[in-house]
């Protein structure tokens, strides 16, 4: 995010981080099959089947979303986008674990007569969460306007049972409802270039999170999923250009690794290590890829493997360290980290993932200060992803730590200076 939008982020304080409250509550009912949402009273219908039991499902991934409704209101929007990314944010605050959008569109794309069974096989996810936006609109009348933003939800595990939906209908008639913290991370915080944007945006993180408030919480929280592994967005991986891709042109290691096509990659950069047995760049992605797949002691060999032919990068100790953790090595995780970290001492998902190690070492006062010097770093330049990240860590390990809790009320006190109050 650039400069340009801070007078944005001035606008909503840290009571609007923390609260996420709107002028009016809904209500919340819990039906045998939710139905239309009522456009006078706000609304939350949802149903939980009697088999859903939340601890027992480790991952849910992000699926489709698609556009049930036929109005031409906010075209310039790209709705569905919009709403996918919403609810991926929201949901990434309920301790499921989760599966990059860029593999699951990737999975889906490849597969696209297979079975919502077939497809979470092959994420190794338990459950697919997908949606409906069944109004998108904005009423004109004689002094005011109301926009309305309507969004049914489902979640079906692998034999096809729907373990739980929701409806909501948000709209603005209710007053004015702050952005949560959740839409710095779908990305609606910086996008809108107009108030009229901006009331919609607010319509989808509304109807997101009234909606996913009722998809209960798993209780269990397990710290190695929340280490971050995706591919590095700056200064990391070269993407091949989309035009590239369309006229046919074979793709490179790396674009198929950041389109989340991640056997291909790992085929490819096999094939660039056969050919040439010195290419320590290729080694890397094969590690990124190895890591992506869950093949993790593959995944320390092809890291090792790129140290050694010299690609010493804060990316390659990263990627090390986050396999060693997944195998639950936390000492070489940590010294793993911490040399990336030395190497890149101002890189907020650094000190994010180091956080995690820590935390998942029960060092939870070394947790506590790593993310809030995210937090902190994260502050610094505005990148609102890892701001968001690192403030609901710090928010859910101060439930255990005072430390933590400290640290946080410290952070929220950061972003509320920024923001100018």
């Given amino acids: 995010m650039n400069n340009s939008h801070i007078p944005k982020f001035r606008s909503f304080t840290l009571l609007a981080l923390m609260c996420l409250y709107a002028c009016k509550t809904p209500t919340y009912t819990e039906v045998s099959e939710p139905g239309k949402a009522e456009a006078i009273k706000p609304e939350v219908q949802y149903f939980i089947a009697d088999k859903f039991a939340a601890d027992n499902l480790n991952c849910i991934a992000v699926g489709k979303v698609r556009n049930k409704h036929t109005g031409d209101d906010f075209e310039n929007l790209d709705q569905t986008l919009l709403v996918r990314r919403s609810l991926f944010g929201v949901l990434s605050a309920k301790n499921y674990g989760d599966i990059e959008l860029s ?169 660039n290590i056969a050919a040439n047995s010195d290419d320590a760049h290729a080694y890397y992605v094969a590690a990124r890829a190895s890591l992506m797949s869950g093949k993790y002691d593959e995944a320390i060999d092809f890291n090792l493997a790129a140290l050694a032919e010299g690609f010493e990068t804060a990316d390659a100790y990263s990627s090390l360290g986050i396999a060693y953790l997944k195998i639950d090595n936390l000492r070489f995780a940590s010294a793993a980290i911490e040399k990336a970290k030395q190497l890149e001492p101002t890189s907020a998902y650094l000190h994010y993932n180091l956080g995690v190690v820590r935390e998942a070492d029960q060092k939870f006062s070394a947790a506590a200060n790593a993310y809030f010097d995210a937090g902190n770093l994260s502050l610094k330049q505005n990148d609102l992803d890892r701001l968001y990240r690192s403030f609901s860590s710090l928010k859910k390990l101060g439930s255990r ?18 923001a100018g109050n």
């Fill in 103 to 271: 593999r699951v569109d990737h999975v889906l794309k490849e597969n696209e007569a297979a079975t919502t069974a077939e497809i979470l096989k092959i994420l190794n996810c338990d459950a697919m969460l997908s949606a409906e936006i069944l109004e998108f609109e904005n009423k004109y009348y004689v002094a005011y306007s109301i926009t309305s933003v309507e969004l049914k939800t489902e979640l079906t595990d692998k034999s096809g049972n729907t373990l739980w939906s929701a409806r909501h209908k948000a709209s603005s008639h209710e007053g004015a409802v702050p952005l949560s913290p959740f839409s710095i991370i779908s990305g609606t915080f910086v996008a809108a270039t107009n108030r009229q944007d901006e009331v919609a945006f607010q319509m989808i993180d509304a109807a997101s999170r009234r909606i996913l408030k009722t998809l209960p919480d798993r209780n269990e929280i397990d710290v190695v999923n929340e280490i971050i592994s995706e591919i590095p967005k700056a200064d990391g991986l070269k993407v091949s250009s989309a035009s590239d891709e369309a006229l046919g042109l074979n793709l490179s290691a790396e674009a198929l690794l950041a389109k989340g096509a991640y056997e291909d990659a790992l085929a490819e950069a096999r094939a």
């Fill in 401 to 418: 730590n005072d430390d933590a809790q400290r640290r946080y009320l410290q952070l929220a006190a950061s972003i509320n200076k920024r």
